[in-house]
């Protein structure tokens, strides 16, 4: 997924072109690297990783695989895995809860190749002893269903692409057998498409502009949250389990998400971008250059769209008479 980030950015076109799902699944991973760790306790191992899976977690589909990830790893902590067919329970259970954690599922996903690769290795578990082997032979199936993923790409885009997500899960899936097949596969030979610049016109404008995200601890009632957060905007995931919970949500409210998801226990983080400039600043820029500046210069009230500054707050430490910025 690292390595492949800047591929993933520019296929990104699902739910919305804003050219982040390589930096987000990648940011995931990293999370995973630096804080997750192996313990002699099996239970101490696996909670690292949901926490790290669940901080690391942004974006869209940096949303959806934490998720599958925090669920395999609660399968896990309740069932040893002696061999493929555990292996494929686990998955299974991961693969339905990630599905649960969506407000509202869209098949033609990653959600559709983490389900397809679940089945295909099911059809094929007899033959293997071992989860590697099964892993491999359920590639041909995921590369498929991956290609398959183009009709709704082109149909939400008029763009031919594979969905970001869903293949950024198969570069995941191959590096978990990459040491026992040591070969190029089919989806690492795709080139990367050119797309044209493109702005949007009035009747493509995004319906909520703000992706928000929001960490909140200490829940009181998490049945709830995923119905309010919807009432909201679009494009709901939530991950994390009843101890802690991450919000994803797209809407034109951001402080009013705030207010309402507080009912629920203490917003602990949050995030808010603007997936309109995201956008505009890959696919449709006014200059070649920005311009940034600090949060007190006084700039007429249009200037900041039409001349797009940058505001950068700025901290400034006192170090052995110097001026240090960050």
Not at 88 to 117: H, Q, R
Request: aromatic share 8%; proline share 3%; with cysteine.
């Amino acid at each position: 997924m690292i390595e492949h980030q800047e591929e993933l950015n520019a296929i990104n076109v699902f739910p919305v072109p804003d050219g982040d799902t390589g930096s987000n699944l990648s940011y995931l991973m990293r999370t995973i690297l630096q804080d997750a760790y192996i313990s002699d306790d099996a239970a101490e191992s696996l909670t690292s990783l949901k926490k790290a899976a669940l901080r690391g977690s942004r974006g869209n589909s940096g949303m959806i695989f934490s998720q599958f990830l925090i669920h395999f790893a609660n399968g896990i902590s309740v069932k040893n895995i002696h061999g493929p067919n555990d292996f494929i329970s686990v998955c299974e259970l991961a693969t339905g809860k990630t599905y649960d954690s969506v407000m509202s599922p869209e098949e033609g996903t990653v959600l559709t190749v983490m389900k397809d690769w679940v089945t295909a290795m099911k059809e094929t578990a007899a033959a293997h002893t071992n989860v590697p082997s099964l892993i491999v032979d359920s590639l041909p199936h995921v590369y498929q269903s991956l290609e398959k993923t183009k009709l709704k790409m082109e149909e939400v885009s008029g763009r031919k692409v594979v969905d970001s997500g869903a293949k950024g899960f198969v570069y995941f899936l191959e590096g978990l057998i990459q040491p026992h097949n040591q070969s190029e596969s089919i989806v690492t030979k795709q080139s990367i498409p050119a797309f044209e610049d493109h702005i949007f016109s009035k009747e493509e404008l995004l319906s909520h502009r703000y992706c928000t995200e929001f960490m909140i601890k200490g829940i009181s009632d998490s049945s709830k949250i995923k119905e309010v957060a919807g009432s909201l905007g679009d494009s709901v995931v939530i991950a994390g389990d009843e101890q802690q919970l991450k919000v994803h949500l797209h809407t034109n409210e951001p402080h009013e998400a705030v207010e309402l998801l507080s009912a629920f226990g203490t917003v602990s983080f949050q995030k808010v971008e603007d997936m309109k400039r995201q956008y505009e600043s890959i696919h449709a820029r006014k200059s070649k250059i920005a311009l940034v500046i600090d949060s007190a210069v006084t700039c007429l009230k249009n200037s900041w769209t039409t001349i797009r500054f940058i505001c950068c707050p700025l901290q400034s430490k006192w170090i052995s008479h110097h001026i240090w910025i960050k």
